[in-house]
């Protein structure tokens, strides 16, 4: 268990700018020193804080999930052809080389599909693709549509942390989104629309209600990719009896195991079967379009098990869709789903063994409020232990990233390369959990001795970009201020180039912990 | 299709059976194996999202394993065809080191292997699997370090402590026990001496960090000793790509070869939860398989001479059903493999008490009837490895497990 030497209770503006906050920019902590609570409450009552609106200039370049998977699937046709015609062109190489490499891999080499005419700039527009040598394979003129419409949202959540205030509503946006993560590993489809699933189905509900988040992400087309309800088909469906394909179990499982109730929360493996099948039909609409916009969430009656279904004791009478949506309107709402949810919140924002008292408030507050997420955010900052409890838990790695960015300005510009991959060499790359339970949320698992000594080399990297550093010991000021332990201060007042003082903030136990 | 009626099946549980008496000498005191100069070393492999055992090593000679299998079963013919093991299993395709260690009695298989767990969680699978507890909700240490921990104090392997892998330390060798961690990457790093100053400053204020970064920093120290090894850790992809094994694999062999390196290493491969197209002899499966037999290929060229003395071990936290699904893959189940390897593994054995594949053998007609204990594996490595008592294992490494043997006859 870690904890820090000082056990005294913390600085409140730290813990409204760490515990709850992105971090610190100059300047920021004149004006949460008054009020520290009143500062972050201001967050939620900003309406649509949290969203990330393809109307701004800002975020032209990025695409709805809808037209990103369209792009995503025209791409892949392209691949696809592309292959078959150096396939065509030299039989014996061609051959070779795609029985060494598995099909998800199969490095692009067509010219992406430009997803809006707007965008094509002229260095992307390189229609003569070189032959590829015999021996490397070709690299792609531009990057795969994939990649770069993941690139864009990767920079328009970058610069959201950036620019926000506190930075609060951006935490819980971060918390909801791992809560119910994808990943990009998955595949392209996946890739091109992990940020518009985050701007669709977590940040229009981040302070709205429990039940119309989930509802969201459950027939998102990204979530239903992720965990497979694309392929799951009711064994007595039409679909089901045509094509003899069947139940895949997998969201059904994850939705009552991480998403809601909870594991060891009291449901069986016969519940999960039976979800399985209540969730047959919700789809994304494959390419052809014969069941609606390629690329959008549909429901499949086709593919819809037939009858009524029992969850949890309760009968769901058969409904099509509505049969899904009553299930999850009422495992949103169960005792279980609360106290799960409240446990991670506290977890989360307050410590990795939560005090039991604020759990037990957290989750008396979402029945009683219907799941009421700006309620939840609001009893938070109320909560006396945020205030007193020592800051013992670790910045994630993105989080770390972007207090970075936010005390020593904003690195490469329009280029988020640098900040994935840091990331990645922290262990938390962008919408690529390991698995459906997203990133670990304990201190452990982010102090760990690779994790520290790569949070050394970025400090580092990190001061070595600023271009026009100040005085570090005015900047630990602005951005720990009066609480910064004497051996911070005077290693930073001691050092011998300001880049290495500023280092020595950036790596600070005051900058690490929350 | 001669080669199945080589082997009649109840010699499976007679090889579990026999073992033991014969190779008594495994369970002299330390002291006596320190004289044949040996210097074992024990390598965990996790594999996350619970293997397919049924894909990895197919039961081709069961019956009704093509047919519960369907289009992803492995098969002795084609043109993918398996590797034969005893004439009964066959090894996947994509696992040629594996299947050429197995030949030269340098690798084994345990089959129909499950922890004590019986639901289907990963999370809390991994969490029985790697804590090495009954049940979940221990999530503070894992077996590996419970065992350095128990050695006698003062012990070579003890001291010099174990090695994780990766940005993050698996929960199977986290604890009391000094862990090195290391991971591939390619940042510069930082001049002068701030890494030092960092370190008296975390030393005065967050003794915990502090601990954390000397042992990074150790641990890049020995991984860049290497000019070869250096050029070679540019990152190459995560511990769920083929290449990202076989490199962690690399860099791992490296720091564990060296004298003073430590003896237990832990590594944790992700990828494994096959729930669609899981593909058979080739597709998705194959390739992660595929990265696995380069880990262990990496471990046998980097360990170089310590390869004899060198035991592997890849576990996860259950199999998968034994019917493949609705969308060509397979969901959550039970019992499934585990694949060792190493020069100190007596190989040449798939052992198997094998339930079989009738719908009344299969746990709740679905899954793979669990037939060993992967936890009696683990312990029998561990007692010839590094000489822990049968009451140590069953009670301190994996408590409240005393009812569960140590396997015995794993190591030469």
């Given at each position: 268990m870690a904890i820090p030497a000082s056990n005294s209770q913390p600085d409140p503006a730290l813990v409204a700018s760490n515990r709850f906050g992105l971090g610190a920019k100059p300047g920021d902590r004149d004006r949460i020193a008054g009020d520290p609570r009143g500062y972050l409450k201001a967050e939620l009552r900003q309406p649509d804080i949290a969203m990330i609106s393809l109307d701004d200039p800002a975020y032209a370049s990025l695409l709805g999930s809808t037209p990103a998977i369209q792009a995503s699937m025209a791409a892949n046709v392209q691949r696809k052809l592309e292959r078959e015609r150096m396939a065509a062109a030299q039989p014996a190489m061609a051959t070779a080389s795609v029985q060494e490499m598995p099909a998800q891999a199969t490095p692009a080499?067509?010219?992406?599909?430009?997803?809006?005419?707007?965008?094509?700039?002229?260095?992307?527009?390189?229609?003569?693709?070189?032959?590829?040598?015999?021996?490397?394979?070709?690299?792609?003129?531009?990057?795969?549509?994939?990649?770069?419409?993941?690139?864009?949202?990767?920079?328009?959540?970058?610069?959201?942390?950036?620019?926000?205030?506190?930075?609060?509503?951006?935490?819980?946006?971060?918390?909801?989104?791992?809560?119910?993560?994808?990943?990009?590993?998955?595949?392209?489809?996946?890739?091109?629309?992990?940020g518009a699933f985050e701007r669709e189905a977590i940040r229009p509900f981040v302070l709205g209600r429990f039940a119309d988040m989930l509802m969201a992400v459950e027939r998102h087309p990204a979530m239903l990719f992720y965990l497979d309800n694309q392929q799951s088909i009711g064994p007595d469906s039409r679909a089901g009896r045509n094509r003899q394909r069947g139940l895949n179990e997998n969201l059904a499982r994850e939705i009552l195991e991480l998403h809601t109730l909870g594991v060891g929360s009291g449901y069986s493996q016969a519940d999960v079967t039976s979800f399985a099948r209540i969730l047959t039909g919700?789809?994304?609409?494959?390419?052809?379009?014969?069941?609606?916009?390629?690329?959008?969430?549909?429901?499949?009656?086709?593919?819809?098990?037939?009858?009524?279904?029992?969850?949890?004791?309760?009968?769901?009478?058969?409904?099509?869709?509505?049969?899904?949506?009553?299930?999850?309107?009422?495992?949103?709402?169960?005792?279980?789903?609360?106290?799960?949810?409240?446990?991670?919140?506290?977890?989360?924002?307050?410590?990795?063994?939560?005090?039991?008292?604020?759990?037990?408030?957290?989750?008396?507050?979402?029945?009683?409020?219907?799941?009421?997420?700006?309620?939840?955010?609001?009893?938070?900052?109320?909560?006396?232990?945020?205030?007193?409890?020592?800051?013992?838990?670790?910045?994630?790695?993105?989080?770390?990233?972007?207090?970075?960015?936010?005390?020593?300005?904003?690195?490469?510009?329009?280029?988020?390369?640098?900040?994935?991959?840091?990331?990645?060499?922290?262990?938390?790359?962008?919408?690529?959990?390991?698995?459906?339970?997203?990133?670990?949320?304990?201190?452990?698992?982010w102090a760990s001795a690779e994790g520290m000594k790569i949070r050394l080399d970025i400090a580092w990297q990190a001061a070595r970009q600023v271009k026009d550093i100040g005085n570090p010991n005015d900047m630990l000021d602005a951005v720990i201020g009066p609480s910064a332990s004497l051996e911070t201060r005077q290693a930073v007042a001691r050092a011998e180039s300001k880049q290495q003082g500023l280092a020595l903030l950036l790596i600070a136990p005051e900058f690490q912990r929350r | 299709?001669?080669?199945?009626?080589?082997?009649?099946?109840?010699?499976?549980?007679?090889?579990?059976?026999?073992?033991?008496?014969?190779?008594?000498?495994?369970?002299?005191?330390?002291?006596?194996?320190?004289?044949?100069?040996?210097?074992?070393?024990?390598?965990?492999?996790?594999?996350?999202?619970?293997?397919?055992?049924?894909?990895?090593?197919?039961?081709?000679?069961?019956?009704?394993?093509?047919?519960?299998?369907?289009?992803?079963?492995?098969?002795?013919?084609?043109?993918?065809?398996?590797?034969?093991?005893?004439?009964?299993?066959?090894?996947?395709?994509?696992?040629?080191?594996?299947?050429?260690?197995?030949?030269?009695?340098?690798?084994?298989?345990?089959?129909?292997?499950?922890?004590?767990?019986?639901?289907?969680?990963?999370?809390?699978?991994?969490?029985?699997?790697?804590?090495?507890?009954?049940?979940?909700?221990?999530?503070?240490?894992?077996?590996?370090?419970?065992?350095?921990?128990?050695?006698?104090?003062?012990?070579?392997?003890?001291?010099?402590?174990?090695?994780?892998?990766?940005?993050?330390?698996?929960?199977?060798?986290?604890?009391?026990?000094?862990?090195?961690?290391?991971?591939?990457?390619?940042?510069?790093?930082?001049?002068?001496?701030?890494?030092?100053?960092?370190?008296?400053?975390?030393?005065?204020?967050?003794?915990?960090?502090?601990?954390?970064?000397?042992?990074?920093?150790?641990?890049?120290?020995?991984?860049?000793?290497?000019?070869?090894?250096?050029?070679?850790?540019?990152?190459?992809?995560?511990?769920?790509?083929?290449?990202?094994?076989?490199?962690?694999?690399?860099?791992?062999?490296?720091?564990?070869?060296?004298?003073?390196?430590?003896?237990?290493?832990?590594?944790?491969?992700?990828?494994?939860?096959?729930?669609?197209?899981?593909?058979?002899?080739?597709?998705?499966?194959?390739t992660l398989l595929g990265g696995l037999d380069g880990a262990f290929e990496e471990f046998e060229k980097g360990l170089g001479e310590r390869w004899k003395d060198t035991a592997i071990v890849a576990i996860t936290e259950f199999g998968r059903t034994a019917r493949i699904n609705g969308t060509v893959g397979t969901d959550h189940g039970t019992g499934t493999v585990v694949l060792l390897a190493g020069g100190a593994i007596k190989g040449d054995r798939v052992i198997a008490d094998w339930p079989g594949l009738k719908p009344a053998q299969l746990r709740e007609q679905r899954d793979l009837a669990p037939t060993s204990d992967v936890r009696a594996v683990l312990k029998g490595l561990l007692a010839d490895q590094f000489g822990l008592s049968a009451a140590v294992l069953g009670d301190k490494v994996f408590p409240e497990s005393a009812a569960v043997k140590p396997m015995t006859n794993l190591v030469v």
């Open positions: 080499r067509s010219k992406p599909v430009q997803p809006k005419p707007a965008q094509s700039a002229p260095t992307q527009a390189a229609p003569a693709q070189p032959m590829p040598s015999p021996t490397a394979p070709a690299k792609p003129a531009v990057p795969p549509v994939e990649a770069r419409l993941f690139r864009a949202e990767a920079q328009a959540r970058f610069d959201k942390a950036f620019r926000a205030e506190a930075g609060f509503v951006e935490r819980l946006v971060y918390f909801w989104s791992n809560h119910f993560c994808v990943s990009a590993a998955k595949g392209p489809i996946v890739r091109a629309s992990a919700w789809m994304m609409a494959g390419r052809e379009g014969r069941l609606g916009e390629p690329g959008s969430s549909v429901f499949n009656a086709n593919a819809h098990e037939p009858g009524d279904a029992v969850l949890l004791g309760k009968t769901y009478p058969a409904g099509g869709m509505g049969q899904a949506e009553a299930a999850l309107n009422d495992i949103a709402r169960h005792p279980a789903t609360a106290q799960h949810i409240a446990t991670k919140l506290a977890r989360h924002f307050i410590a990795d063994e939560p005090p039991p008292a604020v759990v037990t408030r957290l989750a008396k507050l979402f029945t009683r409020s219907d799941g009421n997420l700006r309620a939840l955010a609001a009893a938070l900052i109320d909560m006396p232990e945020a205030w007193s409890t020592p800051l013992t838990k670790m910045r994630s790695p993105f989080d770390y990233i972007v207090a970075i960015r936010r005390a020593a300005g904003p690195g490469p510009a329009n280029d988020p390369g640098q900040s994935l991959n840091w990331l990645s060499a922290l262990g938390e790359p962008l919408w690529q959990p390991p698995g459906p339970n997203g990133f670990s949320d304990q201190a452990d698992s | 299709m001669s080669l199945l009626c080589e082997t009649p099946r109840p010699s499976r549980r007679a090889v579990l059976m026999t073992g033991g008496a014969l190779f008594a000498w495994a369970y002299l005191p330390r002291f006596a194996r320190a004289a044949d100069n040996r210097d074992p070393r024990l390598i965990v492999i996790v594999l996350r999202g619970a293997l397919d055992g049924l894909s990895a090593v197919g039961p081709v000679g069961d019956p009704d394993y093509a047919g519960l299998h369907g289009d992803i079963a492995l098969s002795l013919t084609g043109p993918h065809a398996a590797l034969p093991l005893d004439g009964f299993f066959a090894v996947n395709p994509a696992m040629p080191v594996f299947a050429r260690l197995f030949k030269a009695r340098q690798a084994a298989v345990v089959h129909a292997a499950a922890t004590g767990y019986r639901e289907r969680s990963h999370f809390d699978g991994q969490d029985v699997l790697e804590s090495g507890y009954a049940g979940p909700g221990h999530v503070a240490t894992g077996w590996l370090n419970r065992a350095l921990e128990s050695l006698p104090a003062g012990d070579r392997v003890a001291t010099l402590g174990g090695l994780a892998v990766g940005p993050s330390t698996p929960l199977v060798i986290r604890g009391a026990a000094p862990v090195l961690g290391w991971a591939p990457q390619s940042l510069p790093p930082p001049a002068g001496d701030l890494a030092a100053r960092v370190l008296d400053l975390y030393q005065h204020r967050d003794p915990v960090l502090a601990v954390a970064l000397q042992k990074g920093l150790d641990a890049d120290r020995m991984a860049l000793d290497d000019q070869m090894v250096a050029k070679a850790i540019k990152p190459k992809g995560g511990l769920d790509s083929a290449a990202g094994m076989r490199q962690a694999a690399q860099g791992a062999a490296k720091l564990i070869a060296a004298d003073d390196g430590p003896r237990v290493a832990a590594l944790a491969f992700d990828g494994w939860d096959t729930h669609v197209n899981e593909g058979g002899a080739t597709g998705r499966l194959a």
